[in-house]
């Protein structure tokens, strides 16, 4: 068991271009999260999976934005036309979750973005 | 929203002293967890309290939860400088777990 791991971890671009980052979360988890956090303040939902169905998006994310979960293992996330006020940090997280039983959240270290 | 929000937005207390965070939610849950996250860094999972649970202990943390004043509190006993974090709690029903804005906690030396 590795842990979460997300790549890449600093991304710096231009405003206007796409960019995608991936999440491959403890294997066999079956929930994936996505979280967006800004300095100071807490992580922020986006989106989640349970295997490779989204569950919910987040009416904050404009159409810009965009997740899979192709095959109930990784997933990656994609922004579209990238703006100043997307920098931030992009946080994936997994648990095991039954119907009976909610898991602990593992968190990977992050992907931050920076737009210029 | 099943979100929580913490009390304190900032402490900062001494070495050695007890650091006692709350967290009030609006729902009815089905448990409730504490997450650390140092600066820079994702979080980290501290502990979980079920709905039918009033109080939980782990090495230095203790929570508690009043499911009837939808309240939690972490308690961390004989604070450390490796204690400085962010705290957030995350009332759950639901499994979308949703987080405040936190308590940064610091610790000094």
């Known amino acids: 068991d590795t842990g979460v791991s997300q790549n890449p971890r600093h991304k710096i671009t231009k405003r206007g271009q796409n960019v995608t980052f991936r999440c491959d979360p403890i294997?066999?988890?079956?929930?994936l999260y996505w979280y967006r956090q800004t300095l100071g303040q807490g992580p922020e939902f986006l989106t989640y999976f349970q295997n490779e169905a989204q569950l919910e998006k987040s009416r904050l994310l404009s159409d810009r934005f965009s997740a899979e979960r192709p095959k109930g293992s990784f997933s990656t996330l994609e922004i579209q036309r990238t703006e100043q006020g997307d920098s931030a940090m992009y946080l994936c997280a997994s648990s095991q979750t039954t119907v009976a039983n909610t898991g602990e959240l593992f968190f990977g270290e992050g992907s931050r973005l920076t737009v210029l | 929203s099943q979100q929580g929000e913490e009390d304190p937005q900032a402490l900062s207390i001494q070495e050695g002293e007890n650091a006692t965070m709350n967290c009030s939610y609006k729902?009815?849950?089905?448990?409730l967890q504490w997450y650390r996250q140092n600066s820079g860094r994702g979080l980290v999972h501290l502990i979980l309290i079920r709905s039918n649970e009033r109080e939980k202990h782990s090495g230095r943390l203790r929570v508690t939860l009043d499911t009837s004043k939808k309240s939690s509190s972490l308690l961390i006993t004989a604070s450390r400088a490796a204690d400085t974090a962010s705290y957030f709690c995350a009332p759950n029903r639901d499994d979308k777990i949703i987080f405040g804005k936190g308590t940064r906690l610091h610790i000094l030396p």
């Open positions: 294997s066999e988890h079956n929930r």
């Open positions: 729902t009815s849950i089905n448990n």
